[in-house]
């Protein structure tokens, strides 16, 4: 069955940016017994309204190495200043680097136009380091590779220069548990700091079956939309009668910038589908 287990890549910018947008693909992965390795490029150092920054950095390391054992996945956190971040060279390079060691046979990370600049950051590096990490003199200390991973973006809502493409929508139903096990482990941010910042902190229980059922509900509502906006694909994907009933799905949208998603790339990537 499992013949060389496919390694998987998401390259977010904050620590929980991976789970939130794809933890039920990388869920998949993990049941399979594939490799996940998810990686925040900044250090996470500015989302608290309590914390100090050096002390913030230091719990959400704690609580992405907590999400990744929930998987079984690695949770590498840079120390690039959270909200600062720029797609600078040695972003870039660090990237080019990172991919080449990690060898993915799939990246994810944020589309170019996003909510968020840093967001907008990582994912304009992982697009400009796409091709150079097959360019052996750039980055020169750690082997290029022969050919690019396919590369695919995560959703956001922008519509300009164009709307989010789903070229893969995935039905996550059965995934949801553990994604919210995951998120569970931010607990800074899904229980304390978005709460806060969303005006919503007096709605979070203090007990912790009534915390995680809260967080289920919150994190349901947030991303049903998103199936709606998925609709048409994955009605393509699961066909008439179970596409119309998705309630919970996560997409990906193909990067220009790296391998083709052809169809033995596809079968192979996507095999549950
Ligand atoms: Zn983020």
Redesign the pocket.
């Known amino acids: 069955m499992l013949n060389t287990p496919l390694r998987l890549l998401i390259l977010?910018?904050?620590p929980?940016?991976a789970e939130?947008h794809a933890g039920g693909l990388a869920t998949i992965y993990r049941q399979r017994g594939h490799t996940v390795k998810m990686i925040s490029v900044t250090d996470g150092r500015s989302g608290h309204h309590r914390y100090q920054p050096a002390e913030l950095a230091r719990v959400r390391r704690r609580e992405s190495q907590a999400a990744a054992a929930v998987i079984g996945a690695t949770y590498e956190v840079w120390e690039y200043p959270d909200g600062a971040l720029q797609p600078t060279l040695e972003v870039r390079e660090q990237i080019i680097r990172a991919i080449r060691s990690f060898q993915p046979d799939l990246v994810l990370t944020?589309r170019p136009n996003d909510y968020?600049p840093?967001?907008r950051a990582v994912g304009q590096a992982v697009q400009d380091a796409s091709y150079m990490i097959t360019v052996p003199l750039v980055a020169p200390d750690v082997p290029a590779l022969t050919r690019d991973p396919v590369v695919a973006y995560m959703p956001d809502l922008f519509t300009r220069p164009y709307a989010f493409v789903p070229d893969v929508a995935i039905d996550i139903a059965d995934q949801m548990d553990t994604i919210v096990d995951m998120l569970a482990c931010h607990q800074s941010q899904v229980f304390e700091f978005l709460p806060f910042n969303q005006r919503v902190a007096e709605q979070v229980p203090q007990e912790e079956a009534a915390r995680r059922q809260w967080l289920r509900t919150w994190y349901g509502n947030i991303i049903r939309p998103r199936a709606d906006r998925f609709r048409d694909a994955l009605v393509r994907q699961y066909g008439e009668l179970h596409g119309r009933q998705v309630a919970w799905a996560e997409a990906f949208e193909i990067s220009e910038y790296a391998a083709p998603l052809d169809d033995a790339t596809r079968e192979r990537l996507f095999w549950f589908l």
Request: glycine share 10%; proline share 0%; charged share 30%.
């Open positions: 977010g910018a904050h929980d940016d939130y944020h968020h840093d967001h």
